[in-house]
């Protein structure tokens, strides 16, 4: 098994390279934590990566809005 590469990068400057993190973490085995303020907010994770957490991926995922407010989730 392959390492799999922790990076961390602001929300900020994630905006700026979101295609190159997510081909990171979908080809390259990243996983990218979010910051922001200095805190740890999110994270970018391959569908395997959420696969193994127990997640499950299918076509009922509606596609994400800017009306959704998932703070109520």
């Known amino acids: 098994m392959s390492a799999r590469r ?8 994630a905006r700026e390279e979101m295609a190159e993190l997510v081909n990171g973490v979908a ?20 569908i395997d990566d959420l696969k193994k957490l127990g997640v499950r991926i299918g076509r009922e995922i509606p596609p994400w809005t ?3 407010d998932d703070r109520d989730a």
């Not at 080809?27 to 391959?46: F, P």
């Open 66 to 68: 800017r009306n959704d």
């Open 6 to 13: 922790l990076v961390r990068i602001t929300t900020t400057d």
């Open 27 to 46: 080809y390259g085995g990243a996983r990218i934590v979010l910051q922001r303020h200095g805190r740890n907010v999110a994270a970018l994770v391959s």
